[in-house]
């Protein structure tokens, strides 16, 4: 099922949760809501499934107007944060519950039920626990149930608010392959929202950036983190420095270099962006010096600090760990020079 | 341009997790009336009839000398009951709240047998432990001793019923508490007394406020406890509720209602500082559990 | 010279804080002479008859009818609690309407008015005459001098217990369990039934068995408004008062073994639902 959101708009008291807010989502997609706290992004996964009601604005379902839907009539399934699963009732109760709910003259049989039931906890991997309670369940597990008691209704659309935010790394990692390989299985239009940029670029077809009740930029995972439309996409999608320096009609000097980098942008003072990734060693004292001031390894990379003359920021760059030895130590002397970079406002 | 004009507000379902007008009016209907007919109508009542014949009569009723030796018996009771509850409370949450010892639960599940025995039983073991039948009985008689038919068996009725109001409203508080605080004065050379009132005393003091003003508020009502202890002896062994029944049985109603009254009176204002100290004491138990 | 600690013997460990012996010998001894030796004293007294003479005395019709009134008419009121009593919790919690705190404050008078109080009210409240009883006279339901007039009064002494059991449990759920069965499809009756009920009911239970505990040996706000006919609205307590009177102290006292069994056997059963309900809530959040 495809959507469409118009306009939306909804205010808390004083603060726009939603402004203007458009979007448009395929069938079959699985898209990431990405976004610091506050910015609107599970506002908008509450609107879309009935939970919340927009100041103004449209939501259309396949090209009908969804907003007079109750969230009954909407046939989404939603997962909580924290699972909201029921806990005086057993695994598998639980994810019939909509099955049950379902007015007479569509409800299955008991039997049929049962097994509709069990067969989405095969999907789930859960198999064996249908009988057990949610507390007596780990995190883990009690989030594939909550799915599956979702996907139990046969919705037209998948919503997840956080889904994985409570669960410790090793899990949340785990879970997020799985939750990739269940959405390619049964091709439910999917929407996921998130403040954890790794897990949107892991998951996502394409990521929506929220900021502060509007969208900043849509695009594939790629697109965002390569092609940043601003500052703030730039700064929430990964790690980067700024480098301070002198446009002109050359180009962008860094301040105390001598580099010419190719950019368009008003004369005058300003910055690029760079990621700790795009920078080239260069000798001492060609491109921007500086000098080592920790060098840490974290898995398959080298990160080195650099305090750079003339430069306000610390500056991280990366280097491919099997530089080795050959790396630059604490406290060494050299160059940079960037092979990538934004020049963004 | 694609610019929204809509000015209407949207046309939206109800939010999802509210009721649909029609069951919000009718439950809250059905509440109010159950309210009214079972608690308000009985206290407006009770007023009402109190003042049937106007205020001359109520008052009459009120200084009448039967009612005022009743007035005086109940504060007595209540002025020797609640006292020695509360040393008893403060001592039994001192020794279950701050230290650990076998059968601590059960201690505290015999602390609480009063609130399940009902009133004419409590009335009725002093009877047999004090009355001219009872064991203590010929001792008692020996000595000129007279308890039961008599203000001390109306004080010890009071008691027992009243028994468990202050302990168990300071043990959990007090045991929330911990013992951080005492350990912290006794390190800096106070005594056991001194850590007790300058430490222990202000930090329980809602919850002992509260206690007091419920076991107040049982022992000037208790009914069929004393009842049985006391010899109905008009202007001698009557407290208020008793005196409210002899007033009733003579089909005075007016005068028992006024008497009545009175002790409504009571009720609201305890119902009053309940609400006022409740409001302190769930206070009090945040900063409890928010200690690190 | 050994300077070595001895090993202390556990009940001599030194503890940080005075007064233990204090404070704890004070409890049990108080403990004991107010409460512990004058209840026994019942068993003891009632021992003196045997079990021939007690089954005697508990199987007398006027006893039995006695103790299947106070038993019936508490039940019946507690579970009229259980009922309202949920209803009035959802209200207070759910709804917002002018005059809600005032009610919310009116649940506990029946905890604060003396019962004697609470008698005569209910009975000028429910009499032929009376402000209620007037309506339901000409359909010839009779409260006052009657049963019903004892379950009226009983539903007054428990109402408290029901609603304060309810609301902490109603106010803390969380709203999320609701708006996850309106997303699989719940309406809000299906939603009530088979998810706010579920997790209400530990507590509607504790409350129930509260009110009834309590109902069972109610005496002064029943005395006056059942009409105390023998084996028709004469309720235990009474009897037992009846008893005294006659000086008939075996038998008083059988009476009241038998329901200080009754409440000790309730007793039992609050703490065992209360531990219950505690484990069954192990946190699902």
Not at chain 1, 129 to 142: D, I
Not at chain 1, 295 to 323: A, C, K, N, S
Not at chain 3, 211 to 228: H, K, L, P, Q, T
């Amino acid at each position: 099922m495809d959507i469409r959101i118009e306009n939306l708009c909804k205010r808390f008291g004083n603060t726009h949760a939603l402004d203007q807010v458009n979007l448009s989502l395929q069938s079959g997609e699985l898209v990431a809501l990405l976004g610091p706290s506050g910015s609107g992004k599970t506002t908008l996964l509450r609107s879309i499934a009935g939970l919340e009601f927009p100041d103004s604005g449209r939501i259309l379902f396949n090209g009908n107007d969804a907003l007079h839907l109750t969230v009954q009539q909407r046939r989404i399934g939603f997962v909580f944060q924290h699972y909201a699963l029921f806990a005086h009732m057993n695994v598998l109760d639980n994810v019939a519950f909509g099955l049950r709910c379902k007015p007479r003259r569509e409800r299955m049989s008991r039997a049929a039920m049962r097994e509709h039931a069990q067969a989405l906890l095969d999907t789930v991997q859960l198999s064996e626990l249908g009988q057990r309670y949610p507390h007596q369940l780990s995190g883990g597990q009690r989030q594939r149930v909550a799915l599956a008691r979702a996907m139990a209704i046969d919705p037209t659309l998948l919503l997840l608010d956080e889904p994985f935010g409570a669960l410790d790394a090793k899990v949340r990692g785990e879970l997020r392959a799985w939750l990739r390989r269940i959405h390619d299985e049964t091709g439910y239009t999917t929407l996921f929202v998130t403040h954890d940029q790794e897990e949107a670029i892991e998951l996502a077809d394409r990521i929506v950036v929220f900021n502060q009740g509007h969208i900043e930029q849509v695009g594939t995972p790629d697109e965002v983190y390569d092609q940043p439309c601003n500052a703030f996409v730039f700064d929430f999608l990964g790690r980067g420095n700024r480098i301070h320096g002198e446009f002109s009609a050359d180009g962008f000097i860094p301040r105390g270099t001598e580099l010419r980098l190719p950019a368009r942008h008003a004369a005058g003072e300003g910055h690029i962006l760079v990621r700790p990734h795009d920078y080239s060693l260069a000798d001492a004292g060609q491109g921007l010096n500086g000098r080592v001031r920790s060098r840490r390894r974290i898995g398959g990379r080298i990160t080195l600090e650099l305090d750079v003359e003339h430069q306000p920021e610390v500056i991280e760059l990366d280097l491919p760990y099997d530089l080795g030895p050959s790396a630059p130590q604490n406290g060494e002397h050299i160059g940079v020079v960037p092979t990538r970079y934004h020049v963004l406002d | 341009m694609p610019q929204s004009t809509d000015t209407q507000p949207l046309r939206v379902p109800r939010p999802p997790t509210s009721d649909p007008p029609w069951v919000r009016r009718g439950l809250i209907a059905l509440a109010v009336l159950f309210l009214a007919s079972f608690v308000l109508l009985p206290l407006v009542l009770v007023f009402a009839e109190a003042l049937r014949h106007g205020l001359g009569a109520f008052v009459d009723a009120l200084v009448e000398p039967d009612a005022l030796a009743a007035i005086r018996l109940t504060l007595l009771v209540a002025a020797i009951a609640i006292p020695a509850n509360l040393v008893f409370g403060v001592a039994a949450a001192w020794a279950i709240a701050k230290f650990q010892f076998p059968g601590k639960q059960i201690l505290i599940t015999l602390i609480d047998l009063p609130f399940s025995v009902s009133p004419v039983v409590a009335g009725l073991i002093y009877l047999l432990m004090f009355g001219a039948q009872g064991w203590l009985g010929p001792w008692l008689d020996e000595h000129d001793i007279q308890i039961v038919f008599a203000v001390p068996g109306i004080v010890l009725a009071t008691i027992f019923v009243t028994f468990p109001f202050i302990a168990r409203e300071l043990i959990p508080l007090m045991a929330e508490q911990g013992s951080d605080d005492e350990q912290a004065a006794l390190s800096l050379g106070a005594s056991g007394w001194r850590t007790f009132i300058a430490v222990t005393l202000p930090n329980i003091r809602w919850a002992l406020l509260y206690g007091v003003l419920l076991c107040t508020a049982r022992a000037m009502g208790e009914f069929g406890a004393v009842s049985i202890l006391s010899g109905h002896i008009r202007g001698l062994t009557n407290t208020l509720p008793l005196h409210v029944e002899i007033l009733y049985n003579e089909y005075n109603f007016a005068a028992a209602f006024a008497v009545a009254s009175l002790l409504a009176l009571l009720a609201l204002v305890t119902l009053g500082l309940k609400s006022a100290l409740e409001w302190r004491l769930d206070s009090e138990r945040g900063a409890a559990g928010r200690r690190e | 010279m050994d300077t070595r600690s001895v090993s202390t013997p556990r009940w001599r460990r030194r503890r940080v804080l005075p007064g233990f012996g204090l404070t704890l010998g004070y409890t049990l001894t108080w403990l004991a002479l107010i409460v512990l030796i004058p209840l026994a004293g019942v068993f003891l007294k009632a021992a003196e008859l045997g079990w021939s003479g007690l089954w005697a005395v508990w199987t007398d019709a006027r006893v039995l009818a006695a103790l299947k009134l106070s038993f019936g008419t508490a039940l019946a009121a507690a579970a009229f609690n259980a009922v309202m009593g949920t209803l009035v919790a959802w209200v207070l919690v759910r709804y917002r309407f002018p005059g809600r705190r005032l009610l919310d404050a009116m649940i506990d008078l029946p905890f604060a008015l003396p019962t004697a109080v609470a008698g005569i009210a209910l009975t000028a409240l429910y009499s032929g005459n009376g402000w209620i009883g007037r309506w339901l006279e000409p359909y010839g339901i009779k409260v006052a001098y009657a049963p019903l007039g004892i379950v009226v009064a009983l539903v007054f002494i428990g109402l408290p217990f029901v609603v304060r059991s309810v609301q902490p449990v109603l106010s803390e759920a969380s709203v999320e369990l609701e708006e996850a069965a309106a997303s699989l499809g719940a309406s809000r009756w299906q939603t009530a039934l088979r998810v706010n009920l579920p997790t209400l009911a530990p507590s509607i239970l504790t409350g129930f068995a509260l009110a009834f505990a309590r109902a069972v040996g109610e005496y002064g706000s029943v005395i006056f408004i059942a009409g105390n006919i023998p084996y028709v609205s004469e309720i235990a307590p009474l009897l037992i008062v009846i008893k005294l009177e006659e000086f008939d102290y075996p038998a008083a006292t059988a009476v009241a073994a038998a329901m200080l069994l009754l409440a000790f056997a309730l007793l039992l059963a609050i703490n065992l639902l209360q531990a219950w309900s505690m484990r069954h809530r192990a946190a699902v959040h």
